[in-house]
């Protein structure tokens, strides 16, 4: 019998890996396709919104934190899947790190 605990942590770690490769691959699909550079440094059409993806796997990140944790804690699900979770965990924290480093957590306007 799957725990709802666990159930609840697969469709994070889920929702945490699509959202984080969505972001990226649309990340490029934009960059790639901005024909001119502005004159007056604007993001290109799209990127704010785009933006928001990664914000959003950060958020659904903390909460299969506090998911991954509960299961260790009351010991629901295998071994294996409370490792997977912990590896999942560890991954989204330093994709949050690498996108922060490179101003990509968030809308960042205004002036250098």
């Known amino acids: 019998m799957v725990h709802k605990g666990t159930s609840i942590a697969w469709w994070l770690s889920g929702a945490v890996g699509f959202i ?7 990340l490029l699909r934009t960059l790639l396709n901005t024909t ?12 704010e919104q785009i933006l928001v ?3 959003i796997a950060a958020i659904l990140g903390l909460i299969l ?7 260790w804690v009351k010991k629901h699900g295998k071994i294996h899947e409370r490792i997977f979770f912990s590896l999942v965990v560890v991954g989204c924290v330093l994709f949050a790190f690498f996108l922060d480093f ?4 968030g809308v960042h306007t ?3």
Do not use: D, V
């Open 102 to 105: 490179w101003n990509l957590l």
């Open 36 to 47: 001119y550079i502005s004159t007056y440094w604007t993001l290109p059409t799209g990127l």
């Open 65 to 71: 934190t506090g998911a991954t944790i509960h299961l």
């Open 20 to 26: 984080n490769i969505i972001s990226i691959a649309l």
């Open 110 to 112: 205004g002036s250098f």
């Open 53 to 55: 993806l990664p914000i």
